[in-house]
């Protein structure tokens, strides 16, 4: 071959190679992000939402590619402006808890009577798993009625103070102030239909202890 000819196809061969990496690295693709802070629990908005070309190889697995898909959502945990919008933050119906923790398909949300010490030191927060202990309490409880684990690994959905409202952690002026707060009342969990039956017939006759333990989703 002509050497001419070889140190021009070796350039072309070069050039197209340079230019298949530089298409490579430029190519873009659609991904919704935040357009403000969002709380949990409401449906999205179309203002809510903003669509950002990025490198496919930055997104992460299950990234929404268009506002249509998300919008009528319930969002499942808070977003900040510029985050971006996955199908597991979101839910097709809308949490009735301020966590925006929607119970899985199947189950349903219960409440189970606890004071701190008997919730981890009231640690317990939404999303996180509990064994929930039924123990007798004496002279409310038949004989033969003894502590047995109700539920294993269940998922928190909401906490709740004695006035059936959000329970706030926070110490505040208010407090600091002599306005005494709000104790834990209640922490809400996702069950099965027979896990709900099995704790509704404990309530009259048990107190309830809760234990923290490692999801094991």
Request: glycine share 10%; charged share 15%; aromatic share 4%.
């Amino acid at each position: 071959m002509n050497p001419r000819r070889a140190l021009v196809a070796l350039a072309v061969a070069a050039g197209l190679v340079a230019g298949g990496l530089f298409y490579a690295g430029a190519q873009r693709v659609s991904a919704i992000v935040a357009a403000a802070d969002l709380p949990p629990g409401r449906a999205l908005a179309p203002g809510d939402l903003e669509v950002r070309e990025l490198p496919p190889d930055a997104l992460p697995a299950g990234v929404i590619g268009s506002p249509s898909a998300a919008v009528g959502s319930y969002l499942r945990l808070p977003l900040q402006k510029g985050q971006l919008v996955l199908a597991s933050a979101l839910a097709s119906s809308s949490g009735a808890f301020d966590s925006g923790i929607v119970p899985p398909t199947g189950y349903s949300a219960i409440a189970i009577p606890v004071e701190a010490a008997q919730a981890v030191g009231g640690a317990v927060v939404p999303g996180a798993r509990v064994n929930v202990i039924a123990v007798p309490v004496a002279g409310r409880a038949p004989p033969e009625l003894t502590t047995e684990l109700l539920v294993a690994a269940a998922l928190v959905v909401d906490v709740r103070g004695e006035q059936g409202g959000p329970f706030e952690r926070r110490t505040s002026a208010r407090t600091q102030a002599g306005v005494a707060r709000e104790r834990l009342g209640s922490v809400v969990i996702a069950v099965g239909p027979s896990q709900e039956l099995a704790i509704a017939e404990r309530i009259p006759t048990s107190t309830f202890v809760l234990v923290l333990v490692a999801d094991r989703r």
